[in-house]
DNA sequence: CCTACTTTCTACAGCGACTGTAGAAGCAAG
DNA sequence: CTTGCTTCTACAGTCGCTGTAGAAAGTAGG
């Protein structure tokens, strides 16, 4: 199974054609060896190393993060301390980002809860928005800011 | 206090000077008056409504969805169902990114807690990424990608 | 008045992880 | 040959800002 084209690739990995041309650009995979009309042309490691970027993403590494665990991966013989400590810091960077959207459901849900939809003139929600007494707003989380786009990707 | 410059806005607001003229050419805040040297001069209402979006950004609302709150809250007569909708639609983003973010956090922990730290060839970070076995990844939540960056903001 | 510092102004680039567009070329089938 | 799919490059757009550059205007102290 030589010669794999990129959308074939595509196919095989999930990943969409653009995005595996993106992930060369940045480095993530190398540059393939071309056809003669300049088309790239995959092998099936490759296409492995897109399904562990794929499964990273879905955890919602960060390509940075990505090419480190990439890197480490290709050296057998090195300490796993390095990727185990950037998995650790990933899931608390997630619990963090859970911890903070618990805060906003509930204060969601004092919003629509507490709403009997006659008129904007004393809705809660616009109510709720309009007075800013202390409430998250004044002590917004511990997030860093760092985790965001995981779980977002399209079902293809 | 007529006469606000927008540092003073910015201070009362909790919202930067820069982010507030991004807001007004994003059509969130009216265009205000200005100084003779073209300096923007805002009024208390002006800082009003800004605290009203600040309030909006930090449960995560997105800008075009807050400038129809800003709409909505102008008309005192109209009815609250669209802000209640929008309000109740934010909700279930919300819940939905908690859910998947849940899950990954599960993923992550079997990885973290699994490792038993000799090296990259059988680290279990490592390994797992390698394994594209189904798992979240084949079944990627029904996340819309709406919600994202909520609660991120810095505390200023 | 002069200097130094701060604020404000405009306009544009950059972040992250893509997605979409435009226009050109290659390739396979009818 | 034509049609239609894939692939190519290069660049703009998404979202909600943040940062930069360079200029002008304001404020405080000498």
């Known amino acids: 199974m030589r ?3 990129i959308g074939e690739a595509a ?11 993106y992930y ?14 300049g088309r790239r042309m995959y092998d099936a490691a490759t296409v492995e190393r897109l399904g562990f970027i794929r499964h990273a993403r879905d955890l919602g590494f960060r390509l940075e993060d ?7 991966q290709g050296q057998p013989g090195a300490s ?3 990727a185990d400590s950037l998995a650790r810091r990933h899931l608390s960077a997630v619990r963090a980002r859970i911890a903070a959207l618990h805060a906003l459901e509930m204060e969601l849900e004092r919003m629509v809860s507490g ?3 006659t008129d904007t003139a004393h809705c809660r929600v616009i109510e709720t928005l309009s007075d ?8 917004p989380a511990g997030v860093t800011g760092e985790l965001d786009t995981a779980g977002a990707r399209g079902a293809g």
Chains 1, 2 share one sequence.
């Open 11 to 21: 196919r095989q990995s999930g990943i969409k054609v653009t995005t595996i041309r």
């Open 115 to 117: 709403c009997d939809h």
């Open 24 to 37: 060369e650009e940045r480095g993530l995979l190398p540059a393939p060896p071309r056809s003669d009309s």
């Open 132 to 139: 800013h007494a202390r409430c998250i707003a004044d002590h």
């Open 80 to 82: 796993c301390a390095p």
């Open 66 to 72: 990505i090419a480190e665990l990439l890197a480490l």
């Open 3 to 5: 010669e794999i084209s």
